[in-house]
């Protein structure tokens, strides 16, 4: 099938609404937006990227790859560019999308599990295709809206070193586990639509139990600073 096939049945969505949602609770949910015959090919598909990878997590990047789990990440592609769309800056490049199948499983979850965050990308677009049933449920963790859109790369590098560090990652762990009212969890329902504003927002996932998978379907949208000659010189 034809992506735009896809984005072409898309039903009617009150964008307005979508974006005050994620201003004012911190995110928005379109429930049921994956049907459930679809959503069932796509398990399939991750249980078998998993096994073939001797049960340890997999991360599938890319239109041809995600696609290949999930065909309507164009529907969740257009969700995205409907709401960026209505964004104001001028230190963003709203076209730019970067898309990802995370499956975590195995030894290798707790590598990415509890690590807080800001996202490059204006807004996150995010559908969970497994979820565990037992043990811990991987819940997403959120404090919504912690800070604005930044005018330089300089100043959000600067975030990013405040927050990556191991001290920081601490205090945000003990602050979560302390059940602070900053933290929003989010218990994600398999097929739902998730979005937030991830470079404003820090955000986390829990760690699952082994044996058992999680697998999210994500579509970033609107990379910022990318124009940024200290991004550049930091990259080479």
Known sequence: ????????????????????????????RISGFIPLDELGRAQGAVRGAVQANGGES??????EQTSAVLPMMERVTEVTRLICERV??????????????????????????????????????????????RGSPGDLIIAPNTRPLRNSYARNLLDKLIVDNPLTQRILRRMHAGGSARFTR??????????????????????????EVRCTALVHRGRMHPDSALWRALHR
């Not at 997999?58 to 239109?63: C, E, K, P, R, T």
């Not at 218990?187 to 996932?205: I, S």
């Open 1 to 28: 099938m034809h992506p735009q096939d896809e984005t072409s049945r898309l039903p009617p969505l009150d964008v307005d609404g979508l974006i005050a949602d994620i201003e004012t609770q911190g995110y928005a």
């Open 58 to 63: 997999v991360m599938l990047i890319g239109d």
């Open 88 to 133: 104001e800056t001028r230190h963003a490049d709203l076209e730019t999308t970067y898309k990802i199948v995370r499956c975590l499983s195995g030894g290798s979850v707790a590598q990415h599990s509890m690590v807080f965050h800001f996202d490059s990308f204006v807004l996150t677009a995010l559908v969970p295709v497994i979820m565990p049933v």
């Open 186 to 211: 989010l218990h994600l329902a398999p097929g739902d639509l998730y979005l937030f504003w991830g470079y404003r927002t820090l955000h986390t996932n829990e760690p699952v139990d082994g044996g």
